[in-house]
């Protein structure tokens, strides 16, 4: 895991959010949609010790499928509109959900990955036994 003393703490908050560096705030965090560079332009942070996996598709996931068929069952009930319009209504209400939120997210759950310090689970020999 990288040093940490050496810079001031940035916000885990603030640093994922705004898609920057976790250990400076400055530098960007993403080359791209969402491909992350071999390290920080400004800092120099190797970013080998990222894995966000699965996880902020997940969370978007949730968020998204949640708002999209609350609407759509809203709309349904009140209105009862043809399914032609509920597609041209919810195809792109599901893209900017899903889109929108999952580059920030992926870069909060990195942001919050460098401030715990989180790594890979390793079992430990001991010695002597």
Not at 54 to 79: H, K, N, R, T, W
Not at 82 to 98: D, E, K, N, Y
Request: proline content about 9%.
């Amino acid at each position: 895991m990288p040093d940490q003393r050496s810079h001031p703490p940035v916000s885990p908050l603030f640093a994922g959010l705004m898609c920057r560096c976790p250990r400076c705030g400055q530098g960007k965090l993403f080359r791209g949609f969402l491909r992350l560079p071999a390290h920080c332009e400004v800092c120099g942070l190797d970013y080998a010790f990222t894995d966000a996996g699965d996880g902020p598709a997940v969370f978007v996931i949730f968020f998204s499928g949640f708002v999209v068929i609350a609407s759509a069952l809203i709309v349904e009930v009140l209105y009862q509109p043809p399914f032609w319009l509920h597609a041209a209504l919810w195809g792109p209400l599901v893209l900017l959900t899903t889109l929108g939120p999952l580059r920030p997210m992926k870069g909060l759950l990195i942001a919050l990955q460098y401030h715990h310090k989180a790594a890979e689970g390793r079992l430990e020999r001991k010695s002597g036994a």
